[in-house]
């Protein structure tokens, strides 16, 4: 914590940046890795998530996590 008292950030603040920078990104990332390693019933639905997840980081790893893992291919 000493080396980021020139910041003047406290304890508030770096939760902040946690919530509003790390987790998102985090989000985001497990979204699309998981959209790249998955096959869906349609090419274009893997590309359509994609572009959603990238062009709409939170709201779009959200509703793919909700919406859209139902159209993966289940393997066996």
Do not use: C, H
Not at 26 to 33: D, G, R
Not at 65 to 72: A, D, N, Q
């Amino acid at each position: 914590m000493k080396s980021l008292l020139f910041l003047n950030l406290g304890t508030p603040e770096l939760v902040l940046i946690l919530f509003l920078g790390v987790l998102p990104l985090t989000l985001m990332v497990i979204a699309f890795v998981d959209i790249v390693r998955s096959s869906f019933k349609d090419s274009a639905t893997k590309v359509v998530w994609a572009l959603i997840v990238l062009l709409m980081p939170v709201l779009g790893a959200l509703l793919y996590f909700v919406i859209g893992r139902t159209g993966k291919i289940q393997r066996a």
